[in-house]
């Protein structure tokens, strides 16, 4: 065990005593994702109309937009309703945050945060809130 991982299992311990949840119970997680990248954002609230051309051109004014990606459902091939646009620099992507967060876009408004990088190493132990409502029985 290295020495980033010794507080989480401490902490999983704690959370495994306090709540009587056996460790085959526990759910993993990836752990806590890396600093916002400042030049990416996540769009959330788009309506499923949006399409990639659609959505650089809402956020091409406030900067050279470098990648758009919009995330698909698998099996219907229709949109989940967020997305993200890369701008080339930090005071673009800062500038259309805060242009277009609650603004409408073909009716829906959007939701902009910056975007988090998916980041994955030690697991995170939480334990499944439905497993431990026999505690409140006591």
């Known amino acids: 065990m290295n020495r980033k991982s010794l507080p989480l299992a401490f902490l999983a311990t704690n959370i495994s005593t306090k709540f009587h949840v056996p460790p085959f119970q526990w759910r993993f997680f990836c752990s806590p994702p890396s600093p916002p990248s400042t030049n990416k954002l996540f769009v959330g609230g788009l309506s499923w109309s949006v399409d990639e051309k659609s959505l650089t051109d809402a956020f091409s004014s406030f900067g050279d937009v470098t990648e758009v990606r919009i995330v ?60 431990i409502g026999h505690l409140n029985k006591h």
């Open 72 to 131: 698909y459902d698998k099996d219907s091939g229709r949109s989940r309703g967020f997305g993200f646009v890369i701008f080339s620099n930090e005071d673009d992507a800062k500038c259309a945050k805060d242009a277009m967060d609650g603004k409408a876009l073909l009716g829906r408004p959007l939701r902009i945060s910056f975007a988090l990088e998916k980041a994955c190493g030690v697991p995170v132990v939480v334990p499944r809130f439905s497993d």
